[in-house]
């Protein structure tokens, strides 16, 4: 029984308006002589969204009760239960209760209920997530709260439930991978130490990985990853994660890893230059993504590759002009150092055709222009292929990870046409900053093989107040995992 729970406090979740009760409401409130009703007849707890009102009662075995509001039931969806979750997680370890009872927030509503439990867990576990390593005064950070009950009226849903449960978790673990990866600065998460750490996810959890070095780049003729590499002294890395599940070919997915991007020789200007040390957050989000991958057992075979590398300047730094080759022999024009991410994901997707892949999804925070066409609300999404982005687009809905398709008509194409290479690496003139850049990016990949690629440079990080996202701070949000998890879980299902 939920009332006799021996934790730090009861939550109950309520919906604004809410005049009669079930569950275990129901059954609290009788246990208390119609309190619960009562507040809320007198006004002092309303429902809105993410409300919260502590109520303290020596009768219950916790000695205390939350009210949380979560809007109107109308309106109440999975976003709804993920910042209703977060709102409720953070106030507790604010008030440094240790455990906590609840319910599964929406129970009430036709809807599918393994969705609404993970969409809570999501928000509990993505809002309690810190990153703290290089805080000396411990004594301050915040307290990890040690259990949350989650009581079903239900028994039949029981198994169904833990097994959502379990599964929310390991998505989380690689969503925490993923921001320690992005969070942590580039003096601290160079090429290497990030090969490092693939290589160690990797042993842990059955993954088979691969390092290239630059010597192997350079058999390979990675030249895009070669040179904007040259100028750092960091040797660049080319990592090979596969995740061998199933018999039918895999679905690649590669992620940039710029560790840092100063823009090189094009050096961008010194305000919020910091924040490039987030430019590896897709590299962070597909190594994130293969662990939780492994951890759920997906019954399909998928591999992450990833370029890694810094964008320097020095006296070895590539230069604007500088013609390039990448993988496969396509050749490229360096107009401006600072659209690196594509040149490296160009001989990642070139490289990633020799698999046969079955789909190619990238990741990567590649335009500034991104940000200037959707803002932070949505990532980009370019693809060759119908259906994969009717299936990312659903994925994302679920997830609350919006992808928006942008076109990638032939004029685009036209822009990045060079007088004295294959291709150059910036549009001249015209605008659509981010629609060349994935034009660039569709000349590694053919039109046969399905391909995707994201543009997550407004919803990598978040760098002011995170707004409408309760679960998210300052820092890497891990967009994607959530993401990639849920379109790969889905093409299991119609196997
Ligand atoms: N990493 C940046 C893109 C970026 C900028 C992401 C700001 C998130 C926030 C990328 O390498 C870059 O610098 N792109 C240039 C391309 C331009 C030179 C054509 C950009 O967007 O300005
Ligand atoms: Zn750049
Ligand atoms: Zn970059």
């Not at 590539?318 to 690196?340: L, R």
């Amino acid at each position: 029984m939920i009332k006799e729970s021996k934790v730090d406090v009861i939550v109950l979740p309520l919906f604004k308006n809410q005049n009669s009760f079930t569950g275990y409401v129901k059954e609290i409130d009788e246990f208390l002589n119609k309190k619960i009703s009562t507040l809320i007849k007198n006004g002092d707890f309303k429902g809105d969204k993410n409300e919260i009102l502590l109520y303290p009662d020596q009768s219950l075995t916790s000695k205390r009760l939350i009210l949380l509001g979560l809007g109107l039931k109308k309106d109440c969806n999975l976003e709804t239960i993920r910042n209703a979750s977060a709102s409720i997680a953070l106030y507790i370890r604010d008030k440094n209760f240790k455990s906590y009872s609840t319910s599964i927030f929406g129970e009430e509503l036709d809807s599918n209920l393994s969705d609404f439990v993970q969409a809570q867990l999501e928000g509990t576990k993505l809002s309690l997530y810190t990153f703290n390593q290089f805080k000396s005064d411990k004594k301050s950070l915040p307290k990890p709260i040690n259990s949350l009950n989650i009581y079903v009226k239900d028994s039949k849903k029981h198994k169904e439930i833990s097994s959502v449960i379990k599964e929310t978790e390991y998505i989380a673990e690689g969503i925490s991978l993923a921001r320690d990866i992005a969070n942590t600065p580039g003096n601290n998460m160079t090429p290497s130490i990030v090969a490092n750490i693939a290589q160690n996810i990797s042993s842990e959890n059955s993954l088979k990985c691969e390092i290239f070095d630059e010597k192997k780049m350079k058999e390979l003729g990675m030249g895009g990853l070669l040179s904007v590499s040259q100028g750092s002294n960091e040797p660049a890395k080319l990592i090979v994660i596969r995740h061998d599940g199933g018999n039918d070919d895999p679905i690649v997915i590669i992620g940039k890893g710029v560790t840092f991007d100063s823009g090189g020789i094009s050096i961008k200007p010194s305000p919020k230059m910091d924040e490039m040390k987030f430019d590896k957050s897709g590299a962070a989000t597909v190594i994130g993504a293969i662990k939780s991958i492994s951890l759920l057992k997906l019954p399909i075979n998928v591999i992450a590759i990833v370029p890694l590398t810094e964008n320097l300047l020095s006296g070895s730094s590539y230069k604007p002009g500088d013609v390039i080759t990448h993988y496969g022999g396509k050749t490229s024009e360096i107009m401006n150092t600072d659209a690196e991410g594509r040149l490296i994901l160009a001989d990642a997707l070139s490289y990633s055709l020799t698999y046969k892949p079955k789909a190619i999804i990238d990741f990567a925070t590649l335009t500034g222009a991104c940000i200037v066409a959707l803002g932070t609300h949505a990532s980009g999404l370019f693809s060759n292929n119908k259906k994969l982005a009717r299936d990312l687009f659903n994925s994302g809905q679920i997830t609350g990870e919006p992808v928006w398709e942008l076109p990638l008509w032939q004029p685009y194409y036209d822009q990045i046409k060079s007088d004295v290479a294959d291709i150059k690496n910036t549009g001249s003139g015209g605008g659509g900053g981010a629609i060349t850049a994935a034009a660039f990016l569709a000349n590694f990949v053919n039109k046969q093989t399905p391909w995707a690629h994201l543009d997550i440079a407004g919803t990598a990080w978040i760098q002011n107040n995170p707004g409408d996202k309760k679960y998210f701070s300052k820092g890497s949000t891990g967009v994607g995992v959530r993401l990639i998890i849920r379109y790969l879980q889905q093409q299991c299902k119609l196997k």
